[in-house]
């Protein structure tokens, strides 16, 4: 049996197609992004402007093209941030019902936080102690406290890479004022996350995929082999390496971040505040180590859909 998930991002719509086996082990067979931006004009006015609406569309009819390619047995897709938070999102999601038969969940982000874990937890070798999981998106990031059993919190904060940039947009170079602004924001919307924090202590970050993924792919060009996350699923970083990173992408321009070796040109503008999210994070909170989990809500609906959840 062959499934797709189609995960309905802010910044990005991803297609994963898999090939699943009598022991509820999978094959990916196809895998695709799409950059639709459907936060750029609109998003903190609480709507998907026409052009990012459009693109939107064509991107859901691409994916969907090849999911019949791949002659998908079953289709999930599932929207989050944008379209759930958008007062046109309905009317997107009954365009792509009309357009291709699909039916589109719009989930909320506990829902969200949830599917995330599912995913990471698929990828990570997890332990009973207990990580915080971060998953930056375009227009939410989840912050998720778990073990390799149990969720003991989870919130999704409003704070999107996408949706940052549209509040405060920031000077190319970014500004050390600037950068402080967004932290202040961080400082203030994460009280929850700190609360938490105490009640759960945690041993480490592990960061789901996206902006992670980017951060990953900079270091292993910068300091190591490309090769070394061929078919891997997880990566440890190296926090001084991690630094050196971060102080080069906040000295940058949008120019000079093209021509960075790892990143792709969707990531160029969000990096600079994903960046400035994960690094806020690591000094609150002193954490000691970091890893990339390279699955995501994606795998997380594959994982429900072997368990007989979906």
Known sequence: MKIAVIDLGTNTF???????????????????????????GGMNKGFIADVAFDRGIEAFKTHFASTQKYTADKIYAFATSAIRGASNGAEFVEKVKALTGIDIQVISGDREAELIYYGVRSAVKMSEQASLIID???GSTEFIIANKSQIFWKQSFLLGAARLLEMFPPSDPIKLSEINIFVDHLFTELQPLFEAIKEYPITEL??????FDSLAEMIVHR????????????????????????????????????????????????????????????????????????????????????????
């Open 223 to 310: 300091f190591y082999s490309t090769q070394m996350l061929d078919d891997t699923t997880e990566f440890t970083f190296d926090l001084g390496e991690c630094a050196t990173i971060y102080e080069e992408i906040l000295k940058s321009t949008n120019l000079e971040r093209l021509e960075m070796k790892g990143l792709v040109a969707m990531r160029v503008d969000m990096i600079v505040v994903s960046s400035i999210i994960v690094h806020f994070v690591i000094r609150s909170l002193e954490i000691e180590q970091m890893r990339l989990s390279t699955y995501s809500l994606k795998e997380g609906v594959i994982y429900e859909v072997l368990e007989g959840k979906l």
């Open 14 to 40: 991803n297609l994963l197609i898999v090939e699943v086996n009598s022991d509820k082990t999978y094959l990916p067979i196809f895998q695709a992004k799409i950059s639709v931006k459907l936060a750029e």
């Open 136 to 138: 930056i998106g375009g």
């Open 206 to 211: 592990i960061g789901s995929s996206g902006s």
